[in-house]
């Protein structure tokens, strides 16, 4: 396939020298390590419950606009985090959607919004799908809402019941501050959510949609599809 008309440039990740730290594993199964220290984990609930998500997307523009000051923004503050900046990561993962659910339009939206929480309340990695979600229930509906606060979910159900689902190392850092694995009552409650479908479609897109270098539409290329949402939900 060619290059993309108007294709945004690849971000580079900044700590890409650094590797990772081993870590051991029981029976196949990555053990987390809990690597978010006290301090760590007491700024993310500060940040919930002082900082909380006080934006409200009312306009189109308002959110293309929130989407292009992503660039050269990172999941973690100190960049620690994804290997690629969360404009690009939110590109890919849509475009992905695009291609594997074309008859869904919310779902298309919650990838290319799902990690704006990030942008909104730096450094709150446990609730940035709550940020995310009240910034823009107001202008896309409570699907594309509840879709991306569901993607930190289904990344719990994943760790739980799928042992060939591979997480970043970023992923695999945050999850006990997120919650850890499911329980099994979680994971048949989750189970039975009507979203249960299209919420495993987007973890599985987010967690493949952080590829350095990977050619992604423009940003402008999604103008049509947010404003036909923001119109008929």
């Not at 990561?89 to 475009?95: E, N, T």
């Not at 689902?165 to 099994?184: D, E, N």
């Not at 959510?193 to 050619?215: C, M, N, Q, S, Y």
Request: aromatic share 2%; proline share 7%; glycine share 6%.
């Amino acid at each position: 396939m060619g290059p993309i008309p108007g294709a945004r440039p690849a971000s580079v990740h900044r700590n890409a020298i650094h590797p990772q730290p081993h870590r051991p594993t029981i029976d196949g199964r990555l053990v987390q390590t809990i690597l978010l220290t006290a301090s760590d984990a007491l700024s993310s609930e500060r940040a919930h419950h002082e900082i909380g998500a006080e934006v409200s997307v009312s306009t189109v523009d308002e959110l293309i606009n929130l989407l292009t000051d992503c660039a050269d923004v990172w999941d973690m503050p100190d960049r620690s985090g994804d290997p690629v900046d969360i404009l690009d990561h939110d590109l890919q993962c849509a475009q992905l959607l695009r291609l594997s659910h074309p008859d869904d339009e919310e779902l298309q939206l919650a990838g290319l919004l799902h990690d704006i929480g990030h942008k909104l309340v730096p450094g709150d990695d446990a609730h940035h799908g709550e940020h995310g979600a009240d910034a823009i229930r107001s202008l896309l509906g409570d699907r594309v809402a509840r879709l991306i606060e569901l993607h930190v979910i289904a990344k719990r159900y994943l760790a739980a019941t799928d042992t060939t689902h591979t997480l970043s190392p970023a992923s695999q850092r945050t999850l006990i501050a997120q919650g850890g694995p499911m329980t099994p009552a979680e994971i048949a409650e989750f189970r039975a959510d009507p979203d249960f479908t299209a919420a495993i479609a987007l973890r599985r897109a987010d967690d493949a949609g952080k590829i350095v270098g990977h050619e992604v539409a423009p940003l402008e290329s999604w103008r049509p599809v947010i404003e036909w949402v923001a119109t008929t939900h």
